[in-house]
């Protein structure tokens, strides 16, 4: 598995990376992927969600 991707997950599971490890990651990919997946945000047949873009969810019948 990727660095990266452990990275993501980890925030993704609300892990919170300790402030003197985020000052020093601070503009790296490193922090943007924990931070990407600590806020939530995930790409799927290229369109990318978020706070800002949530999830729409399942579609419901009409009755």
Do not use: I, K
Request: with cysteine.
């Amino acid at each position: 598995m990727n660095l990266y991707q452990r990275v993501y997950l980890a925030g993704y599971s609300g892990r919170a990376m300790p402030r003197w490890l985020r000052r020093l990651a601070a503009r790296s990919a490193l922090h943007r992927a924990w931070l990407s997946g600590f806020t939530g945000c995930f790409e799927q047949d290229g369109v990318r969600y978020g706070p800002a873009n949530p999830y729409p969810g399942p579609a419901l019948p009409d009755c």
